[in-house]
Structures are given as structure tokens and as C-alpha cells.
């Protein structure tokens, strides 16, 4: 199976995540998204992005070895 990103490519990745969790340009905002206010709507899309690209890098690059081989029989 080819890769959709590489290990750097996620560590970039993270690194931005981690920039955009500070989100202090909410902060003095009062208003609603959604009947949410602003930060709480923007955390919540936050925490929804942070599962995909998490679910991506185990699907992606997690090693192959660690892996479980044994078959198991449900019959």
C-alpha cells in the first residue's frame, strides 16, 4: 500500500495543529456559530480535524511489524 503522507510530512502536520490549538484570536469574541460561541464551534471543528489526520497516520504509518499476525478463527 502506497502512502498518502510521509513521517516528516505528519510531523509538519502536527506542528501546525499544535500552532492553531492556541486560537487567541477568539478569545474576545462573543458571537455565535451554529448556537455555539465562536471558540467553542472552532474547538469542536478542531478536535474533529485533529481525529482524521490522527486516524490517517495510523492507517498510513504505523509499522507494519506492529501489526498483529496471528489469524483468528470466529467459527
Known amino acids: 500500500m502506497q502512502r498518502l503522507f510521509s513521517t516528516r510530512t505528519f510531523v ?4 501546525v495543529l499544535y500552532l492553531l ?3 487567541f484570536w477568539f478569545w474576545r ?12 464551534t472552532y474547538h469542536i471543528l478542531y478536535c474533529i480535524v485533529c481525529t482524521i489526520v490522527f486516524a490517517l ?13 496471528r489469524q ?3 467459527s
Open 21 to 23: 490549538h492556541q486560537d
Open 57 to 69: 497516520a495510523v492507517r498510513f504509518l504505523w509499522p507494519r511489524s506492529a501489526a498483529p499476525t
Open 29 to 40: 469574541d462573543s458571537s455565535n456559530v451554529l448556537g455555539l460561541p465562536v471558540g467553542l
Open 72 to 74: 483468528i478463527d470466529h
Open 12 to 15: 509538519l502536520i502536527l506542528l
